[in-house]
Structures are given as C-alpha cells and as structure tokens.
C-alpha cells in the first residue's frame, strides 16, 4: 500500500476488539496499538474550532489526508460509501487534513465530496497516532484506545471494515 510523504510502509494494525473474521484482513505486525490521545484541537473548514475530546466516548474512524495525494484521494469514495453504510451507527468520521481551507474545499467542490465530514489541523496530530504518512486511517474505540492504524490507501467500504466498525460501536 503506497503512502504519500514520509515512511510509507503499508499495513494494519488492530487489537483485542476484532474477532478473527473481522480482522482477517490486517497485518498485526504494523504500527503499535496504544491509547488516543485526545488533548489537541482540530477546526471545520469555517474555521470553528473543535476538540477531539467532543469525539470521546464514541467510535471514531479517523482519516489523515491531503487533496495533493493520490492514495489519498483514491480511497475517499469508499470513506463516503462505508460512512453512508453506517450512518445508523454512533460511528464519528474524522476527515483529517494538513492543508489550508482554500485547496481543501476547492477539491471538495471539483469532485463533489459535499458531505464528508473534513475537518482541517489547528494542533499537530499528537505523537500517540504514530503519523509518518499519508493517507494513514486510525480506528479509536469507545475506551479510547487505537484498535487499528493503517498507513496507505485502503478499500474501506470492504464488509469487514463495517462489520469491525458496527461491533465496536455496540
């Protein structure tokens, strides 16, 4: 799985939640599991600003992106597809991108991506979430721990990335 930036390793990596025909599909030997950290702020693309901690308590799936990267951009139709297929869910889709709010929502315009909840960097991603590429996708439990990271574009409206969503969020 190619990545954007630095430290482009492919790979998944989950914890105790998944059951074996959930997580079949991640590679347990990438990336450190570990608690989210959750004192640092992001902001909407009209420039309020968010805690992360307003996402505490739910499942968060959280994408790291940028609308300059190809992998990045690749995966985003299928973000969308498995956030419509949970829209029932107390799910959180955290669309997370480095960049200035002018490219971001004239990429949005130009593809049509009018209702991904993309939020934009008003803190540095904290050191807990391991960020060395992009696209990099982390999956927060309720708790608040990281149960999977995977660095590089993903097919994330595959039926095991909704029903390991859907578990978690019960």
Do not use: K, Q
């Not at 693309?45 to 968010?50: A, I, K, R, T």
Request: one cysteine or more; proline letters at 8%.
């Amino acid at each position: 799985a190619a990545g954007c930036g630095t430290g482009g390793a492919g790979g998944m990596r989950a914890a105790r939640h998944a059951s074996p025909g959930e997580a079949a599909f991640i590679d347990r030997s990438a990336l450190d599991v570990g608690p989210a950290d959750f004192d640092w702020t992001i902001r909407t693309l009209d420039g309020e600003v968010v805690p992360f901690a307003s996402f505490r308590g739910r499942v968060i799936f959280m994408n790291v992106w940028a609308s300059w990267c190809p992998p990045c951009v690749a995966e985003l139709a299928g973000i969308e597809r498995l956030r419509d297929a949970l829209a029932d869910t107390d799910v959180a889709f955290v669309l997370l991108s480095p960049e200035d709010p002018e490219p971001v929502e004239r990429f949005l315009r130009a593809y049509g991506y009018r209702s991904l909840p993309v939020y934009l960097e008003h803190a540095p991603l904290p050191d807990a979430f391991g960020l060395e590429a992009l696209p990099t996708t982390y999956i927060v439990d309720r708790s608040g721990s990281i149960v999977l990271g995977h660095r590089g574009a993903a097919e994330w409206d595959r039926p095991e990335v909704g029903a390991l969503l859907r578990t978690l969020a019960r």
